[in-house]
């Protein structure tokens, strides 16, 4: 069975770090990502990452987050990361880490419907 676990959500203030984690179970994954909910907004994608199991990633990120934060992964422990810096009190939203077993190149997919699984979130408050 499937399964993506987050953790490292949390409260922090405004100009911190947090790292979030998102350990995969069940298969391994061409595509992961992140995607985030505020209070009364639609899904947005943060940043998701590519890999065809040999020696090629490619990473796209928002617009938002751009040069703060960044996303990594670890295919031996088939996990990936989020690290978060420079927070701002507008990044609060319950992350949800997304998944899928399509490697689609340069072009990494930031729509929530072009993801299979997804975890149950976590949540980051970041106060100003």
């Known amino acids: 069975q499937v399964q993506l676990v987050e953790s490292g959500g949390g409260l922090v203030q405004a100009g911190g770090s947090l790292r979030l984690s998102c350990a995969a179970s069940?298969?391994?994954?061409?595509?992961m990502g992140w995607f985030r909910q505020a209070p009364g907004k639609e899904r947005e994608f943060v940043a998701a990452?590519?890999?065809?199991?040999?020696?090629?990633?490619?990473?796209n990120y928002a617009d938002s987050v751009k040069g703060r934060f960044t996303i990594s992964r670890d295919n031996a422990k088939n996990t990936v990361y989020l690290q978060m810096t420079t927070l701002k009190p507008e990044d609060t939203a319950v992350y949800y880490c997304?998944?899928?077993?399509?490697?689609?190149?340069?072009?990494?997919?930031?729509?929530?419907?072009?993801?299979?699984?997804w975890g149950q979130g976590t949540q980051v408050t970041v106060s100003s």
């Open positions: 990452i590519a890999w065809n199991g040999g020696n090629l990633y490619y990473a």
């Open positions: 997304a998944a899928d077993k399509t490697f689609t190149g340069r072009v990494v997919p930031t729509m929530t419907v072009q993801y299979d699984y």
């Open positions: 069940g298969r391994t994954f061409s595509t």
